[in-house]
């Protein structure tokens, strides 16, 4: 069975600062892997996918992601958090051949001014 | 625009009674989808809908009902039969192509 794991429940980092959130996976084939990002009391927005290819992927708001296959990690980073990355972040996986996913249960990211 | 509709954002019942939650899509997507979230637990899967007169059960499916007679909607009914109703439930849907899912704002539902 597939499953996903976000490590921090919580972070909280300042204005300006880099900014890394952890996921990782489990799942016996290549995954279809996924960062969302959800402002409270809204739906889930799609901030990046990786499908193939290069295994560093570049979204929307700055965010980029790198799939490492050796340590089942899809890591997120952004460079420089701004105040309105305020929000709570899902990492999801799902497998090439279905339409299900699997979810985190999230990292709360609370930005410092 | 497209994209993903839910009605009502906010639905207060009283515990005991049906309660059905809307969902309309207009990105002619094959697949649609119901989450339930709570705090601290991310998203678990309901039903869900590869194509219209057939659906399936998630995760937790236990006390809720679907129907999807066309393509463009997939409501929800919460029953009496549900031991913890409350909870912010959103709708999801996908095309035949990708795994990427496109999510409405969602609906909170209160049951006093």
């Known amino acids: 069975a597939q499953s996903v794991t976000q490590p921090d429940i919580h972070i909280t980092v300042s204005e300006g600062a880099s900014l890394e959130l952890r996921c990782n996976y489990s799942?016996?084939?290549?995954?279809?892997l996924f960062w969302y990002v959800q402002s409270p009391g809204q739906g889930l927005q799609l901030l990046l996918k990786?499908?193939?290819?290069?295994?560093l992927v570049r979204g929307i708001k700055g965010f980029e992601a790198e799939f490492k296959r050796s340590q089942s990690s899809f890591n997120l980073r952004k460079p420089s958090v701004h105040w309105s990355d305020a929000a709570e972040y899902f990492c999801?996986?799902?497998?090439?051949?279905?339409?299900?996913?699997?979810f985190g249960s999230g990292t709360q990211l609370t930005v410092l001014p | 625009d497209g994209g993903i509709t839910q009605s009502p954002k906010y639905l207060f019942r009283k515990e005991g009674q049906n309660v059905t939650l809307s969902c309309e899509q207009n990105?002619?997507?094959?697949?649609m989808y119901w989450y339930r979230q709570d705090p601290g637990q991310g998203l678990r899967l309901i039903y869900y809908?590869?194509?219209?007169?057939?659906?399936q059960k998630g995760d937790i499916a236990e006390g809720y009902s679907v129907s999807r007679e066309k393509k463009e909607s997939f409501p929800l009914t919460v029953t009496s039969a549900q031991k913890n109703p409350t909870a912010f439930y959103l709708c999801?849907?996908?095309?035949?192509?990708?795994?990427?899912?496109?999510f409405g704002p969602g609906t909170r539902l209160t049951v006093l």
């Open positions: 999801a996986v799902g497998p090439r051949s279905a339409r299900q996913l699997t």
């Open positions: 809908s590869q194509i219209v007169n057939d659906f």
């Open positions: 799942y016996g084939a290549t995954p279809y």
């Open positions: 990105l002619n997507h094959d697949a």
């Open positions: 990786y499908f193939s290819g290069d295994t």
């Open positions: 999801a849907s996908s095309s035949t192509e990708f795994n990427e899912q496109f």
